[in-house]
């Protein structure tokens, strides 16, 4: 067996030594701990958005006005994927208006509502970060509006598509919104002191749009 030049190997170490203190000078990262987003999401900074918003639908009503409700509440959007996420959100109406009737006569209408929507977005353009989306989602809503000697009752359901996008900054606040139509089905029960109760049923194509602020985790 043959034996190693221990000049040979001396050489060889001094020569290495320099050229590896070299490469782990210009290595910026050298030293340094990794940072702890880039070992658990290396790909999505942010996971989470949650926010405070609000979506309006414009209603046709029976006198033939059509306003426009808008439902306060919550909103949450998670990402699965860089791509893809789901989200919910949840919102309460209660708005006082003035109607009349063909004779003149005019009362406060009180309208109490609550509305439950869930869905899922792709994000067409950048990510859950910064990007474009499109979006579907499911929509259920009830309501209950009050005159003097007159009530109604009802709901809607349906679904719908959407157009949106969000934007994030680095250290977490987040703004986002959607634009689109929703096909509700929408039912109503009146109660009148002078009249039996009617039940009224009928599919509307409903534009809606939403925005929130929050922030992103």
């Known amino acids: 067996m043959s034996r190693i030049n221990p000049w040979i190997a001396l050489i060889s170490l001094l020569v290495s030594l320099p050229l590896a203190s070299l490469a782990w000078a210009n290595d ?8 702890p987003e880039a070992i658990s999401r290396p790909n999505r900074p942010h996971w989470l958005a949650v926010g405070v918003g609000s979506f309006a639908m414009r209603v046709n009503q029976s ?3 059509a306003p426009v409700l808008p439902w306060m509440g919550l909103s949450a959007e998670y990402v699965t994927d860089p791509k893809f996420t789901l989200f919910g959100h949840l919102g309460i109406l209660y708005q006082g208006q003035t109607v009349s009737n ?12 609550f509305g439950l929507g869930a869905g899922g977005n792709y994000y067409v353009v950048g990510t859950f970060d910064r990007g474009l989306r499109i979006g579907a989602q499911l929509l259920g809503i009830s309501n209950k509006s009050s005159l003097t000697g007159y009530t109604a009752e ?20 987040t703004v986002d919104g959607d634009a689109g139509l929703e096909m509700m089905q929408i039912s109503q029960f009146t109660h009148n002191a002078n009249a039996p109760g009617e039940v009224a049923n009928a599919w509307l194509l409903l534009p809606m749009v939403r925005a929130a602020v929050g922030w992103a985790f």
Request: charged residues 20%; proline residues 5%; negative net charge.
């Open 154 to 173: 009802g709901g809607g359901t349906g679904g719908g598509v959407h157009l949106g996008g969000r934007y994030i900054w680095p250290f977490g606040l």
């Open 28 to 35: 910026d990262n050298w030293g340094k701990d990794p940072e």
């Open 102 to 113: 063909t004779y003149g006569q005019t009362a406060l209408d009180n309208i109490r509502s």
């Open 63 to 65: 006198d033939g006005t």
